[in-house]
């Protein structure tokens, strides 16, 4: 009995050590075995996918259903560039649904109503600076309206098999039946990402749309995501990409590309507090950042 209690303090002594050594990080886990603190994270949804092998590197509620709120334009972006087949075409700026996203103070990429713009200005628009009124005038002119644009981003969902995702609208404005999962969005943008347009829109900082009467100097698009990055120390992890959501009931959220050591990561975080969205915590960024430092080779 006495050499059983005292090999089982010896046990608890060898974890308790390995334990504090993990938590100091001075010795790792095997990459299948490393464990990620999820009290760390303020998101209440979280998903880190390997792109190169689809391996889950961490989740956190990943299945459970969340409110996309802006992430929603990833989908229609998608879904838009798989419709047009020049995105050089112009096209205005619908008003009735430049009036609708106004009165319910959307964000906006800064057209007007009528404006004669691409495709091109209206898909960075859309993922650069959030426009409602840029991702309503993409369903409309490439669906002829936007309910059978958002049946559009539905059967995209189905065809992709994102069982925990639907769409009612194409700019991310909440609705109750508006929903998806960080597992499920990680999803939808790694299909994204292989399309080149996407691509080059989603890591893309900075653009200047085309000269209008209405904008003789073109308008200049920021994205949202990378531009709260310029002062981040990034040295063992560079994001390249990305796109923000923020709405009271979803929260603020993130979609990011991010590469480290030489290999693609998608990070989801999803559902981080927001008590004044005038003035927002942004603990988003700081999950998205610690999330990517976190990593191990």
């Not at 409602?132 to 059967?155: I, P, Y």
């Not at 829109?201 to 749309?209: A, G, N, P, Q, W």
Request: proline share 3%; aromatic share 10%.
């Amino acid at each position: 009995m006495k050499k059983f209690i005292k090999a089982l303090k010896f046990l608890v002594i060898v974890f308790v050590g390995l334990f504090i050594l993990i938590k100091m990080d001075i010795i790792h886990l095997p990459k299948f075995l490393k464990v990620f603190d999820n009290d760390q994270y303020a998101s209440k949804y979280i998903l880190l996918l390997d792109r190169e092998d689809n391996r889950i590197e961490f989740e956190k509620s990943s299945k459970s259903r969340a409110y996309p709120a802006s992430l929603t334009k990833i989908m229609t972006t998608i879904v838009a560039l798989e419709h047009i087949d020049d995105l050089s075409a112009t096209t205005p700026i619908d008003v009735e649904t430049y009036k609708e996203m106004v009165a319910n103070n959307a964000s906006m990429a800064g057209f007007y109503g009528r404006e004669p713009v691409t495709y091109r200005d209206l898909l960075y628009g859309t993922i650069l600076s959030s426009g409602g009124e840029a991702a309503n005038s993409l369903a409309v002119h490439v669906a002829g309206n936007v309910d059978d644009f958002v049946a559009l981003m539905n059967e995209k969902a189905a065809e992709l098999e994102l069982g925990d995702t639907h769409f009612t609208n194409p700019e991310g404005l909440h609705d109750k039946n508006q929903y998806t999962t960080a597992y499920d969005m990680a999803r939808l943008l790694d299909y994204a990402l292989d399309n080149e347009n996407f691509r080059a829109i989603f890591t893309k900082e900075t653009f200047l749309t085309t000269p209008t009467a209405d904008h003789p100097d073109g308008i200049m698009l920021k994205s949202t995501v990378l531009t709260r990055l310029n002062d981040v120390n990034q040295k063992e992890f560079n994001i390249i990409g990305g796109k923000s959501g923020t709405t009271y009931e979803a929260g603020e959220c993130w979609a990011t590309l991010g590469i480290k050591d030489g290999r693609e990561y998608i990070c989801i975080v999803m559902g981080a507090p927001l008590k004044d969205i005038s003035n927002p915590e942004r603990a988003q960024i700081a999950d998205s950042i610690k999330l990517y430092q976190q990593i191990k080779s």
